[in-house]
């Protein structure tokens, strides 16, 4: 799983390449 970290907004990268933002 790979993760980019913007400002306070997390983004994580399912197998899939589906977006799931956590903040």
């Known amino acids: ?3 980019n970290t913007t400002d306070c907004e997390v ?7 589906n977006v799931i933002k956590n903040k």
Request: net charge negative; proline share 0%; no cysteine.
């Open 11 to 17: 983004e994580f990268f399912d197998e899939n390449d």
């Open 1 to 3: 799983m790979n993760y």
